[in-house]
């Protein structure tokens, strides 16, 4: 019999290992037998709590997309101004947290990606997280912006971020979180400018 509150260990054990295996090999070669070695368990665990590879690699991009969804807030709830540029910067900083950029991050969003044209799923997660971005950019610029503007402006940033983003990780150093940052705030302030609305300068 199991051990009392193993099963969230394991799973969580089981996501990481899938991680690292795309990490190493890229999603095609991280075959159950792969992760499961990373993971130092045995093949048929992982069919046990995910019912094979597609449920593993779900449940591993639902733990990605709640890590951004905590950057995120974890940001604003420490945030001392309440606004518009402010929380979009703490949008922007989660998008970059070190949660999402580090190599395995990085590799399996890269794979998610390409997946989600195939898979209904993962099309699914991917559709909610680009309307989540949408939408919590556009709520913010409509407190300055009209409205045909704001969505003008959310759907440019959201661009923006995901293009950063993307040539970043592609890049064989690897994304550079430090500069993606300092050109999506370069981007919002020429937004907020160019229907002047005041802003703070940043260092970013």
Known sequence: MPK??????????????????????GLAE???????????????????????????????????????SEAVSVRRMALNDDSPRAHIGAIIEGNFDRTQVTGPAAKTWLAFWASSMHKPMLQR???????????????QFRRVLPHAEARKAARGLAAMVD??????ALTPEGLDADEARYLAYHYLDQLLAHHGCQHVASDH
């Open 163 to 168: 293009g950063l983003w993307l040539r970043g």
């Open 30 to 68: 991280a075959t159950i037998m792969r992760i499961a070695r990373h993971a130092g368990v045995s093949a048929g665990i992982i069919s046990h709590y995910f019912g094979g590879k597609d449920g593993l690699l779900e449940a591993t991009m639902r733990q990605i997309l709640s890590d951004l």
């Open 125 to 139: 997660l991917q559709h909610v997280n680009d309307r989540r971005l949408y939408a919590n950019l556009c709520h």
């Open 4 to 25: 009392v509150g193993m099963e969230p260990i394991r799973r969580q054990q089981l996501i990481h290992a899938t991680m690292a295996a795309i990490d190493e090999v």
